[in-house]
């Protein structure tokens, strides 16, 4: 691993007395290991831009490669099309998604050609079981402007607005049903975790799904999001009009909050514990039979939470 610190204005020399160097003393001592090309930091930093600013992290892999690290019986690793493996991801979207199992049938859209997807195997079972996924679109600092997916649900045009940042829309998150103990999406968010390292991610998205279409079922949930979980303004997005749910939202003394983020899909309340905000508003997807909601995130809250890869208290 090559740490090389920049140069500011070009002459910048750091003695080893220097308050400087000490500093970066504590970051390289907060490095617990080192897995192929993922640099595992124990505590990340408050501000990770300010150490990325004056510390550039160098993988073993090269400008666009993908990476790949192991944990247990488990890899991780980064893959994109023409790869075969993309085709069992698929299989197991259209399985956790739409509830069937017909081999033939994959979920598939336009983005996935685009797309890194992040996934998780268990080789116990076979060098191609997949039993996680995320399906990641990249909108680095040197470009304004991207399509994303969840531009079919929500105006995100607030988020264009912010300026130099570089965004990550997270989505198609899913987990086999024989793997729902906590273990699987914790390595799925150790995974990002290494991803916004490696792309230096400043800005999370994406939509998160209550089961079902008929909104009016999760009417106190998404009150509770309006009240306990909205984003400061210049995050504020708005569901699409013709896809929005119409519900009106409960005064705060008409539900219990604790109850009602108990209540909450898995997903939402891991994102909800990381830090996110909820966008207001929701929209139904007829296609997916679900109600979706518009989940923002710093990228340094993943870091935070999930550079130590730990399998303690995995609920």
């Known amino acids: 691993m090559l740490f090389l610190l920049k140069e500011k204005k070009n002459k910048l020399n750091f003695s ?12 390289f001592a907060k490095v617990k290991y080192v897995a192929k090309n993922v640099i595992y930091i124990k505590k990340w930093p408050k501000n990770p831009n300010k150490v990325f600013d004056k510390l550039k992290i160098f993988h073993k892999a090269k400008k666009g490669e993908n990476f790949e690290f192991n944990f247990a019986n488990y890899t991780v690793k980064i893959i994109n099309e023409p790869d075969p493996l993309l085709q069992k991801a698929k299989s197991l979207r259209y399985r956790i998604f739409f ?32 039993v996680g996924t995320y399906r990641l679109l990249h909108k680095p600092k040197s470009i304004n402007y991207r399509l994303f997916y969840s531009e079919s649900e929500f105006n995100i045009s607030s988020l264009f607005n912010l300026r130099n940042i570089s965004m990550l829309e997270a989505g198609r998150s899913c987990v086999h ?52 979980h909205m984003p400061p303004k210049k995050y504020l997005t708005k569901p699409l009009d013709h ?73």
């Open 243 to 315: 896809m929005k749910a119409d519900y009106e939202v409960l005064e705060k003394n008409e539900f219990d909050g604790e109850d009602q983020f108990r209540a909450l899909p898995p997903l939402i309340k891991a994102y909800i514990r990381t830090g996110a905000w909820i966008g207001p508003g929701a929209i139904v997807d007829k296609k997916f039979n679900t109600t979706d909601v518009f989940i923002i995130l710093k990228a340094e809250n993943i870091i935070q939470k999930y550079s130590n890869l730990s399998f303690r208290g995995a609920k």
């Open 16 to 27: 080893l007395e220097s308050k400087n160097f000490q500093r970066f003393k504590i970051i």
């Open 99 to 130: 509830g069937k199992t017909n081999k033939k049938f994959y979920d598939s859209d336009e983005f996935d050609a685009d797309c890194d997807h992040l996934v998780v195997i268990d080789n116990k079972i076979s060098n191609d079981h997949v």
């Open 177 to 228: 049903e024989d793997y729902r103990d906590g273990r699987i999406i914790k390595l799925l968010w150790r995974g990002l975790a290494s991803y916004i390292v490696q792309k230096k991610i400043d800005l999370i998205f994406g939509c998160a799904s209550f089961p079902s279409s008929n909104h009016s079922l999760f009417k106190n949930q998404l009150s509770y999001l309006h009240h306990y």
